[in-house]
């Protein structure tokens, strides 16, 4: 019998990464050009140094983007061609939407991330591209943890909340709608400061910040199989700023919450945004 041999029985201190962000889908022609550059120079701020993407496919504009991406060194790009190999569901409700893998294998590469990444980083951050895992009281993800992870020392999974901010409600003065950025598509993170109020009675969905060494199954919302159990991060300590189609849209600007924790990275952000557009070739 052929045996593998066990190679991580070193207990390692130190990582080629300490935060890496894996977006687990990019399908269709998705083509959001503006909100990924803010999404990922957000997260340079917040201290992370490296972000997996799973590419089956995406518009042209955002395909030039991630080149400049991985270019630079940031991007890890996962060449992720289901769709020419099974018939790949494009909804998360297998009763709604029917094939032979669930959203273009969305679990398979959660999972897949988590892996790949055991002995390369620190924390794996399990989260959809149109998401930003903010800290409210610290500067940065690094920081956070450094105080999250001594108060809680056998926890390998910390829940983020997960804060919808609808993008058909701008913010007034109209102050971050730079005409530099007029003709690059979709939604600008900056001019959406209204929140959704959470529901008290339902479910918030999470998503999660790991220790990928403790995790053996991750699902989307919170792991399956893990060492040393999950804890519940406070909202006003971290949450996630997700801008998008809103589920309640019959829900006011006046029935809605001021946040602009985003607006306190604006002059580094704005910045650092001009210059990706630049380097590739948007402006």
């Given at each position: ?10 207990v ?12 687990s889908?990019?399908?269709g ?8 550059a ?34 630079e060194g ?22 709604l ?5 669930q ?12 892996y ?6 620190k924390y794996a ?16 993800l ?14 390998g ?11 058909t ?16 598509p ?16 339902n ?9 990928p060494?403790?995790v ?8 399956l ?29 006046e ?5 602009k ?6 002059q ?7 210059q ?5 070739s948007?402006?």
């Amino acid at each position: 019998m052929e045996y593998l041999q066990i190679k991580n029985k070193v207990v390692r201190e130190t990582f080629k990464f300490n935060y890496t962000i894996c977006i687990s889908n990019l399908f269709g022609d998705y083509n959001n050009v503006l909100q990924f550059a803010q999404t990922m120079e957000m997260y340079k701020l917040l201290g992370v140094q490296h972000v997996v993407v799973y590419k089956t496919s995406c518009g042209p504009d955002l395909e030039k983007l991630l080149k400049h991406y991985e270019t630079e060194g940031i991007l890890e790009i996962v060449s992720w061609p289901i769709d020419q190999f099974l018939n790949k569901s494009r909804g998360w409700n297998i009763k709604l939407h029917k094939g032979d893998i669930q959203y273009y294998g969305q679990l398979v590469t959660l999972n897949e991330c988590i892996y790949r990444h055991m002995y390369q980083s620190k924390y794996a951050c399990l989260n959809d591209i149109d998401e930003i895992i903010i800290p409210y009281k610290h500067t940065n993800l690094p920081s956070l943890m450094e105080d999250l992870q001594p108060a809680h020392p056998n926890i390998g999974v910390f829940l983020i909340e997960n804060h919808i901010f609808p993008k058909t409600q701008f913010e007034e003065s109209g102050k971050f709608k730079r005409a530099e950025w007029k003709n690059i598509p979709d939604i600008n993170v900056m001019e959406h400061i209204y929140r959704k109020p959470p529901q008290k009675k339902n479910y918030n969905p999470a998503k999660m910040i790991v220790n990928p060494r403790k995790v053996q199954q991750t699902s989307v919302y919170s792991t399956l199989k893990d060492f040393g159990g999950s804890f519940h991060v406070p909202f006003n300590i971290c949450r996630i700023v997700h801008v998008r189609v809103p589920l309640q849209g019959h829900l006011t600007k006046e029935e809605l919450f001021v946040d602009k924790r985003v607006w306190d990275f604006k002059q580094k952000l704005i910045l650092n945004v001009d210059q990706t557009f630049k380097l590739s070739s948007f402006l």
